[in-house]
């Protein structure tokens, strides 16, 4: 019962979720656009960030009690073992009563895109922490 | 006479269950509850030792006529987002004056936040935090702030960790809890600001004003988190205008215009 096969799910998808991934789509190199799949009962969007150096591939996965439940985002491309991440190169981004707001899933005021706008804080901060060995944000609390 | 739809009869539920149901207005319960009575649960819950293994919505059905033989008692031994059972569940939405939310996850209390809507009812939640330091009573009623909106206003998110994996050694045994359980003490004083909140809205859903949309009651003194034990918190939540769980946006009527049209969108997503 979730995303895909509820009503509800299906609602938020249609006026919320696609029109943003539109809106983030809009003008922007077909290299990095957002591409959307169905994957079982999930949402899968597959896209390409660069936040400094380096070009990623990534996936964020909308699983079926989103967006109950944050988007769980991995990068494809391999990675070099860091602070905050997690098996199968799963980015630990969410953390449930953080004091930090970014820091804090909100179904109530984010949507995917702000998953990937956080995706690509956190690949800024791989990049600093891959010349530095410092991870430049603090732990959220 | 009026109608309740209940989901949860754990340790929070059934005493809030119990003590609604004494009131002589209530004529129908129905209740939503998946679990079976297990051993661990004895020690807070208000079933006997001799119920363990029996489905909780079928020792609560029996409790409940043995104190009130009028009541019109319902029950569906089934998760409250089990999709098999969702007409079934917006049925008993649709007749219930009021519902009463004590599910102790998430996805339950949005998905119960969202029938309640989509049938204009008012409905209130119990939460008795990790403990029993202290709970929340929420109450909600159409047009108001969803939970969507309390839950963000009280700055809550939802847990991003996945379930415990099951423990192998030790097949159908209790899972062991990840948060510090609270007292059936903690539990019951919860459980009755629940039920008071909850009486007091179904009398008057429209007018009901108690100064508060939320209300956090301590009942322990815990450095950095409260200050003293049995001290309100009252929180005046307002609708958020940029909700995206309450706030209404243009989308398709039918459920076949609804699927045409996702479709369609997802298509030109997948070629972008």
């Known amino acids: 019962m979730g995303l895909l096969d509820s009503e509800a799910g299906k609602r938020?998808?249609?006026?919320?979720?696609?029109?943003?991934?539109?809106?983030?789509?809009?003008?922007?190199?077909?290299?990095?656009?957002?591409?959307?799949?169905?994957?079982?009962?999930?949402?899968?969007?597959?896209?390409?960030?660069?936040?400094?150096?380096?070009?990623?591939?990534?996936?964020?996965?909308?699983?079926?009690?989103?967006?109950?439940?944050?988007?769980?985002?991995?990068?494809?491309?391999?990675?070099?073992?860091c602070p905050h991440l997690l098996e199968g190169q799963t980015l630990c981004m969410w953390r449930q009563g953080s004091t930090r707001m970014t820091s804090r899933w909100d179904p109530a005021r984010f949507t995917c895109v702000f998953a990937i706008q956080a995706a690509w804080r956190w690949l800024a901060c791989y990049e600093i922490w891959h010349e530095t060995g410092e991870w430049p944000l603090p732990e959220a609390k | 006479m009026a109608q309740v739809l209940q989901v949860g009869a754990g340790s929070g539920g059934m005493p809030v269950l119990d003590m609604i149901c004494r009131d002589p207005r209530i004529s129908r319960v129905t209740l939503i509850e998946p679990d079976v009575y297990k051993p661990h649960n004895?020690?807070?819950?208000?079933?006997?030792?001799?119920?363990?293994?029996?489905?909780?919505?079928?020792?609560?059905?029996?409790?409940?006529?043995?104190?009130?033989?009028?009541?019109?008692?319902?029950?569906?031994?089934?998760?409250?987002?089990?999709?098999?059972?969702?007409?079934?569940?917006?049925?008993?939405?649709?007749?219930?004056?009021?519902?009463?939310?004590?599910?102790?996850?998430?996805?339950?209390?949005?998905?119960?936040?969202?029938?309640?809507?989509?049938?204009?009812?008012?409905?209130?939640?119990?939460?008795?935090?990790?403990?029993?330091?202290?709970?929340?009573?929420?109450?909600?009623?159409?047009?108001?702030?969803?939970?969507?909106?309390?839950?963000?206003?009280?700055?809550?998110?939802?847990?991003?960790?996945?379930?415990?994996?099951?423990?192998?050694?030790?097949?159908?045994?209790?899972v062991a809890e990840t948060t510090v359980p609270a007292s059936k003490a903690a539990i019951q004083a919860i459980a009755s600001l629940h039920a008071l909140v909850t009486l007091a809205l179904l009398a008057d859903p429209a007018g009901y004003a108690p100064g508060f949309t939320s209300l956090l009651w301590t009942l322990q003194r815990v450095p950095d988190v409260f200050d003293e034990a049995f001290r309100p918190y009252r929180f005046r939540v307002a609708r958020s205008a940029d909700c995206l769980i309450c706030q209404a946006r243009p989308t398709p009527t039918s459920s076949e215009e609804l699927d045409v049209a996702l479709d369609q969108a997802l298509a030109r997503l997948g070629d972008a």
């Open chain 2, 42 to 174: 004895v020690e807070r819950h208000l079933f006997p030792l001799c119920a363990v293994g029996e489905p909780k919505a079928e020792v609560a059905e029996q409790w409940l006529r043995e104190r009130r033989p009028d009541l019109d008692v319902r029950v569906m031994t089934c998760d409250l987002l089990d999709p098999g059972s969702q007409d079934a569940i917006a049925a008993a939405a649709a007749s219930a004056d009021i519902g009463v939310c004590a599910a102790d996850n998430e996805p339950a209390k949005y998905h119960f936040d969202a029938l309640m809507r989509r049938h204009s009812k008012p409905w209130t939640l119990g939460e008795v935090l990790s403990g029993g330091i202290g709970g929340f009573v929420h109450w909600f009623v159409p047009g108001g702030p969803c939970y969507g909106c309390v839950a963000s206003h009280l700055q809550r998110a939802a847990p991003a960790e996945k379930p415990p994996a099951p423990d192998y050694s030790q097949p159908g045994g209790a």
């Open chain 1, 12 to 81: 938020r998808l249609l006026s919320v979720e696609i029109p943003v991934i539109e809106r983030y789509n809009e003008g922007r190199d077909s290299a990095y656009k957002l591409r959307v799949g169905r994957q079982g009962t999930s949402l899968v969007l597959r896209y390409s960030l660069k936040p400094g150096h380096n070009v990623y591939q990534l996936e964020t996965r909308l699983v079926s009690s989103y967006p109950t439940v944050p988007p769980e985002t991995r990068v494809l491309t391999p990675l070099k073992h």
